[in-house]
């Protein structure tokens, strides 16, 4: 369903009035709780003020370790008009830079992924190691002032937190990610060991929606049995068994077992460190601001949510499996294996697209309801808490 952008009521809503509106619905207890204020998804003020305070501040993933395994493999990704630039180093560290060259700021590499030995500007020629230092610059010793070592490319902050790598623009973030993420690690997906799954697709896809209408639809799984019957419903997750997790300033998640111990969705038989329900355990979580996965004992699908205007965003996503599922696969089946994996995920994204526009396109009405939360939709309400925190 292709919506055009239209002008609303809520368009040009006053940023004291979206603020107060979201203030006014996180206030309230869960039991309470309405859902988010439509301002939120469609003031263009509210849209300016995330830009600024979380995904320019925040920490944002834009990845998994082992897409770039090598010395010179590189990922670059958008975040919120910036192009960042992830390299693995001879030493094996992930360095981040801004993708602009530091003469004049050409955009240095428009590949997504990569590999260089160097990076050299496209305009006129400074060439830079994979270290960010500029190593050379045609010409430049005609101006006698020119110091290259005063002229690398601008450094960003990245850190790794199970597997997955994130970026912040911020020059002084508050707070690591890993240690605001301590806790998430240790009480639930740790026990799933995350860093040792495997890669197997990158993906992306543009929907017409608010950014938040994709991650409301991700954080709750009361709409799977309804709405995924060609996919996620086949795990035959009951409603009644779902438990939502703590509050967090930093996450939200939700979890339930599936109906089998095998086959998709369970542990394989060699996982020694999944005990008793959560071989068969399905975690949904939110990494505030916008990453999110479905961690599965023989899987994890994650996505990273962009917005490229106010109802229309950009989600980048990957699916990794546990080395002994990718053991059972023989060598000549590999690439049909992962086609039908990415098929499976193509159906399964279709199936929410209508539902996450639908969401945008019905919030915009003049009037609406109360409206509610089920029990088991507390992630939006915990998603809801954090932004009203962060743009406070
Ligand atoms: S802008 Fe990159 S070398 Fe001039
Ligand atoms: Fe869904």
Aim: hydrophobic share 35%; aromatic share 10%.
């Amino acid at each position: 369903m292709k919506l055009n952008p239209v002008l609303n009521k809520y368009t040009n809503a006053p940023l004291s009035l979206s603020l107060k509106r979201l203030q006014e619905c996180s206030a309230r207890s869960f039991e309470l709780a309405s859902p988010a204020p439509p301002e939120i998804n469609h003031s263009v003020d509210f849209y300016n003020l995330e830009q600024n305070r979380i995904f320019n501040q925040e920490w944002i993933c834009i990845g998994r370790c082992d897409e770039i395994p090598k010395a010179g493999d590189f990922l670059t990704h958008d975040i919120a008009g910036t192009s960042v630039l992830i390299v693995r180093q001879e030493s094996n560290a992930i360095m981040g830079f801004i993708n602009a060259c530091a003469h004049r700021f050409t955009c240095l590499t428009s590949e997504k992924l990569g590999h260089a030995f160097a990076f050299t500007c496209p305009n006129h020629a400074w060439t830079y190691g994979i270290n960010g230092q500029l190593n050379h610059a045609p010409f430049m010793e005609m101006k006698s002032s020119f110091n290259k070592n005063d002229n690398n490319l601008e450094r960003l902050h990245t850190e790794v937190w199970e597997g997955f790598i994130y970026v912040t623009l911020s020059k002084n973030p508050k707070k690591g990610i890993a240690e605001s993420l301590k806790m998430l690690s240790k009480n639930i997906v740790g026990q799933y060991d995350m860093t040792d799954y495997k890669t197997i697709i990158r993906e992306s896809m543009n929907w017409n929606a608010n950014w938040k209408n994709l991650i409301e639809n991700f954080t709750e799984s009361y709409h799977v049995p309804i709405a995924h019957p060609k996919t996620f419903a086949n795990h035959k997750k009951r409603i009644q068994d779902y438990e939502c997790g703590e509050d967090s300033e930093h996450y939200c998640y939700h979890f339930a077992p599936q109906e089998s111990d095998n086959g998709p969705g369970a542990a394989h038989k060699d996982n020694k460190n999944l005990k008793g329900k959560w071989r068969r355990t399905m975690v949904d979580f939110c990494i505030f601001p916008n990453h999110l996965v479905t961690l599965m004992p023989d899987y994890l699908w994650w996505v990273s949510v962009m917005p490229k205007g106010v109802g229309e965003f950009k989600a980048t996503w990957g699916v990794a499996v546990p080395q002994d599922i990718l053991n059972d696969i023989a060598e000549e089946d590999h690439d049909n294996w992962v086609m039908e994996k990415i098929e499976y995920m193509n159906t399964a994204n279709e199936e929410d697209r209508e539902l996450v526009e639908r969401l945008h396109q019905g919030s915009q009405s003049i009037r609406l309801p109360q409206g509610t939360y089920h029990p088991i939709e507390k992630n939006l309400w915990q998603f809801m808490k954090y932004l009203t925190k962060i743009t406070a």
